[in-house]
């Protein structure tokens, strides 16, 4: 309570990102500590509040080779896919108006991924991440494809 709409929807957008993102790389770090295939790892990332004048950057988000961001850009890619294909394919079916609400909701709450991969420098997504992305996304589709559920 008392909160902006803007401070609403960044904690909305937060909880998203942080679902796909570090909590996906914790389950699965307790997964294998718990099968004993690997020791705990603690990764500290950039947070990015000063730049190199001094000013105070707020709001965009400092990308580098962590693997962390590989799952949030692979879930954008995945749903831009959906996204593309739901109005392309079928934009008259009952389903189809929930699959594109559902779609869009995302997209916007990764919007930052979506921004970082269209910038450069230490505000753009690297090429690395954006490739393992890319094959994630397109492996999920193929085998999408190949089942019919």
């Not at 294998?32 to 295939?37: A, H, I, Q, S």
């Not at 394919?89 to 389903?95: A, C, L, N, Q, V």
Request: positive net charge; contains cysteine; glycine residues 10%.
């Amino acid at each position: 309570m008392g909160q902006s709409i803007r401070a609403y929807w960044n904690n909305q957008r937060m909880a998203r990102i942080k679902t796909m993102c570090p909590y996906f790389f914790g389950v699965v770090g307790i997964v294998l500590k718990f099968l004993g295939l690997s020791e705990a790892l603690f990764e500290v990332t950039k947070k990015g509040l000063i730049t190199d004048d001094g000013e105070i950057d707020e709001g965009l988000f400092i990308f580098d080779d962590s693997p962390l961001f590989v799952p949030g850009t692979t879930v954008l890619m995945m749903q831009l896919t959906a996204l593309l294909t739901s109005i392309w394919r079928r934009p008259t079916e009952p389903g189809g108006v929930g699959e594109v609400i559902c779609s869009v909701w995302l997209i916007l709450c990764f919007w930052p991924f979506l921004m970082g991969m269209f910038r450069k420098g230490r505000y753009g997504l690297p090429f690395s991440t954006i490739c393992k992305s890319s094959i994630l996304t397109l492996l999920f589709v193929y085998l999408s494809q190949k089942t019919n559920i």
